[in-house]
């Protein structure tokens, strides 16, 4: 892998290399110039949004092999899986009657732009411990989960969803799936 690897020229007189792990993960390696590295290994640091993930994986790894730079990989990719939160299952039936509720309405009186193929979420509000689901065309158009009777282990996980982005794609997969099933020629003139 590390063979395959594009090195480009640094300013510090070193070379250095970025791989896309996925999930906003990627590691930026680094050789010569101030890396810590000799001639068979590199420096490593794990990013997160382009910004070295002190909080999950700590500082710069320095005098990394490529079979430690494939470990790692390995693990931020496993990482990445333990820590998939499942965040549209246990509010689906609140979801389900708000959205059954709004696709009726659309389908009695919306325009184009108010149809629920847009909503997603907006916003959590921590202190009322409520989840807004609102259009991306129009803010007239939202509902409000309420979750304060699920656990509070779902509850610190909408408080700190972190990456807020697993949040929109399920959100996206279930709001898909439910108008596939339920309303699925609700844009159709």
Request: proline letters at 4%; hydrophobic letters at 30%; one cysteine or more.
């Amino acid at each position: 892998m590390i063979k395959d690897l594009e090195f480009k020229p640094t300013d510090w007189g070193g070379h250095a290399a970025y791989v896309d792990v996925g999930n906003n993960y990627a590691l930026s390696i680094i050789y010569g110039g101030i890396a810590k590295c000799d001639k068979n290994t590199f420096e490593v640091a794990v990013l997160y949004k382009h910004e070295i993930d002190y909080k999950g994986f700590g500082d710069p790894l320095g005098y990394q092999t490529p079979e430690q730079i494939e470990q790692l990989i390995k693990k931020i990719k496993n990482k990445n899986m333990e820590n998939k939160v499942d965040y549209i299952t246990p509010i689906k039936d609140k979801l389900d009657e708000n959205m059954h509720t709004h696709c009726s309405v659309f389908i009695t009186i919306g325009s184009q732009f108010e149809t629920p193929r847009y909503y997603n979420f907006r916003e959590y509000d921590a202190e009322n411990k409520k989840i807004k689901i609102q259009s991306t065309q129009t803010n007239r158009l939202f509902f409000w989960i309420d979750i304060s009777d699920q656990p509070q282990e779902y509850i610190e996980q909408i408080e700190f969803m972190y990456p807020v982005e697993d949040f929109w794609a399920q959100f996206k997969e279930y709001r898909t799936n439910f108008l596939k099933e339920n309303y699925p020629t609700i844009d159709r003139n």
